[in-house]
C-alpha cells in the first residue's frame, strides 16, 4: 500500500481499528471516488435524556465520515483539522447515516460536505445536521 | 423549577439522564457563572487506532459543554445550534477536560468557547482543541 | 409581498439597498428555488498583497450568497445566525463567483452551503473556498 | 527579517499593502504577544439596508484580525485555513474593533478567538459577533 490508497475492505478495517467508532456501533457501508458513508444503528446508549439520538453522537458521526470521505482522495495518511456542524432537527428513527463527500482538494487537502440523515424503519431517510470539515495530507518524514 | 435555572446538582441529573454521556463516560465538574466543565476518563473505548482520543470523542464533549454552559446563562430549556472545533494536537493521557465558557448572549441566545484539554497523569493538561457553538432558548409553547 | 417571498428583481433590489455589497460591486445573477448566485468582478481594490482576491471578499460574498439563497426558502425575512468558511486555494482571475444552495430547511431555519470560485477569463471556473451557514426566520413582532 | 517576526510598524505596512483592507478603511491598533485589533470607521458604505454594519464587514474583520493575531506568534508567513463566525447582535454605532486572541499553537499552526463589538460614541463597546479560525504556517520551499 506503497501509496497510501484504500479500498472498502482496507478502509473497513481502519475503521474496526478505532475503539471508539466499536463502542459506538458504527458501520462503513460505502468508500470510494470522494465518498464514505457510516451507519450506526440507533441504539438506546446513544439517545439523549427525550430520546432522540444525541448531537455528539451526530458530531461523532461527522467527524469520522468526513475523514474517511478525504481518504478516498488523500490516501491513508490524512488528519481531520476541523469541522463545523450545524444540527437541523431531532434525530429519532432506527439508524443514522452520515454521507460524506469531498466538495474540493487539492493535493494537500480537501475541504468535505457531510450530511446526517435519520433512518426510520419505513425507509425514510430525514436531513437532521449537516457538517463540512477540512482534512490535511500529513507528510512522513524519515 | 418555574424560572429554568439549574444549580450543579440539577444539571448533573440532567446529564445523567444523557445515556450517550453515560457511555461515554462523562461527569460535571463545574456549572455555574456562565462555565461548564465535563471531566471524561480516557478509558481505551474512547480512543482511535493510534491511542490517542478519537476526535469524535472531543466533538461530542465540545457539544455537551457548550450546551451545559449556556444553560447557566439561558436556563434548562436551550438547543444548540451547532459549532465548530478545531484540533491542534492528538490528544492523550489519562483523562479530556472540556471547560466552556459563554463569550455573549443575549436573551435568546448564547455563543460559547470550548476549551478541550488532554489531562497526563502528572497534573498537566495540553490544550488538544478549541470550539465554538451557538445555544439557542426554545420556546415553550402552549 | 405579504408572503414574503421574493422574485429576482426583487431580491436585486434588496442587494441594490445594501451599500456595502454596492461598495464590493456585487450582482445577483441567479435567485430562487434554494438557489443564489453572486458575481462579483475582482477589481484591484479587492485583493490583498500578492494580487490575489483578499479572504474577507471570499467571507463576504459566502455569507451574502447564503443569506439570499435561504431567502427562496424562507422568504425576505430572515436573519444569517453564522457560517464557516474553509479557504482552498487563492483566487485570482477576473471574477469572483459565489454559488449557494439551501442543504436542508425547516419552517423556521435553513442550513446553505456555498461555493466559492474563481472565474479566469478563459471560461475556467476554479473553487477557492467553500462554506455553510446556517439562516433563521426572524418572527415579526406586532 | 530573516526570522519573519513582525513589529507593530511592520504589520501596519503589511495591512496598508492589502488594497481591500484600504477600500474597507482598516486599521490596526494592536499587535504583539498573541493579540492583534482592528479598527475600522462605520461609514456609510460598510451599512447593510436597515443601517447596520453588513455581516460581511464583520466577516472580514474577523478573517483579517485572525491572520494578524497568529502572525504575532507563527510569524509573516502564515496562510488563513478558515474560519467561522457567529453573529450575536446587530452592529451599529460609530465603529467596529476586532479583537483576535491566539488560543493554542503549535509549530505549526494557531487556532484563534475573535471578538467583534460595535464602539459607540459614548465610549460604550458591544460584542456583535464572535469566530474562530485557523492559522498555519506556510513553508518556503526553495
Known sequence: MSTGELDLAQARAVLAAQPFAQHVGTELTEFGAGTATLRIVLRPELKQQFGFAH??????????????AAGTVLGA???????????LRPASGV???????????????????????????????????????TVRVVERRL
Open 77 to 87: 495518511n490524512v488528519l481531520t483539522g476541523g469541522f463545523s456542524i450545524t444540527y
Open 55 to 68: 448531537g455528539g453522537v451526530l458530531a461523532y458521526a461527522a467527524d469520522n465520515a468526513i475523514t474517511f
Open 95 to 133: 439508524g443514522i447515516r452520515a454521507v460524506a463527500r469531498v466538495q474540493g482538494a487539492t493535493r494537500s487537502q480537501a475541504v468535505v460536505n457531510c450530511e446526517l440523515h435519520a433512518e426510520h424503519d419505513d425507509g425514510d431517510a430525514v436531513l437532521c445536521a449537516t457538517a463540512q470539515g
